[in-house]
């Protein structure tokens, strides 16, 4: 496809209590199969999204957290997570799962898809994407 | 401008779907193209038919009925999401097994790729959402 786009995928909330997060990735992981040039964002409580240790046992929905670890397969090499919204919930890069994608510029090298960037950077990011999708 | 349209809340809950209805509408008026509007999370609850509002409130299934027969307008209804909340058309539910349907006409029931190329092929892709 010619005229590849940027989209951005917006990650508000946090992973359970609403569906918006686990339909989010649903557009994400079907969104991957068209080729475009794809990001997603965590901010505000969206940013739980992506802690480690998640255990839904006493809430009766699935952890769906595990598939984020999977979207590197899926060619999706950017999560930017805003700093200011970790830090605010006493988060920090630490908390968070390990996401890797293989980079082909790099002899498919294991790089982090997960980028820690300030609030500034976050809005530059949405700035500069053609398609914003907010959940 | 062509403009392809989110909705994200459902219906009598939320102003979005009302919003988006008013911004369609405007957007036509004034010489814009909204070739299709996607339909998700609760969103996909306008399109059930069996919907009875007060007669002296607005139909919104009925008023995106007739917008869409009017200006040709592609309403899509997400199909994960429309069978997680019971929204069936006759195909889905007699593959279901379900005795019954109930989307509306000038509503289709696909896949979320139909979102991906909205955004693609239009020039804004407008949310109306929480």
């Known amino acids: 496809m010619s005229d590849v786009k940027k989209f951005l995928y917006v990650n508000r909330r946090a992973p359970y209590g609403t569906i918006y997060a686990l339909e989010s990735l649903e557009v994400v992981l079907i969104g991957a199969a068209f080729e475009q040039d794809v990001s997603l964002a965590f901010l505000d409580d969206g940013v739980f999204q992506l802690t480690k240790g998640q255990n839904t046992d006493g809430i009766g929905v699935k952890n769906f957290s595990p598939t984020f670890r999977a979207l590197g397969d899926y060619d999706v090499q950017k999560l930017f997570v805003e700093r200011e919204s970790l830090e605010e919930r006493g988060l920090s890069e630490d908390d968070l799962i390990e996401v890797v994608y293989e980079d082909e510029d790099d002899d498919w090298e294991e790089k982090p898809a997960i980028r820690v960037i300030s609030r500034a950077e976050m809005a530059d990011a949405m700035a500069d994407a053609d398609v914003v999708l907010s959940f | ?130």
């Open chain 2, 1 to 130: 401008m062509k403009i392809g349209v989110l909705v994200s809340e459902g219906p009598y809950t939320h102003q979005a779907v009302d919003s988006a209805y008013k911004f369609v509408t405007a957007a036509i008026a004034a010489g814009h193209e909204v070739p299709r509007v996607f339909f998700y999370h609760d969103g996909v609850n306008v399109a059930t038919r069996l919907s009875v509002p007060p007669q002296d409130e607005r139909n919104i299934q009925q008023n995106w009925t007739a917008l869409a027969k009017e200006h040709n307008v592609d309403l899509v209804v997400c199909i994960a999401a429309a069978q997680r909340r019971g929204m069936l058309d006759a195909n889905e539910a007699e593959r279901q097994g379900k005795d019954a349907n109930n989307i509306a006409e000038g509503f289709r029931i696909s896949g979320l790729g139909q979102l991906i190329e909205m955004g693609i092929q239009t020039d804004r892709l407008v949310t109306f959402g929480d």
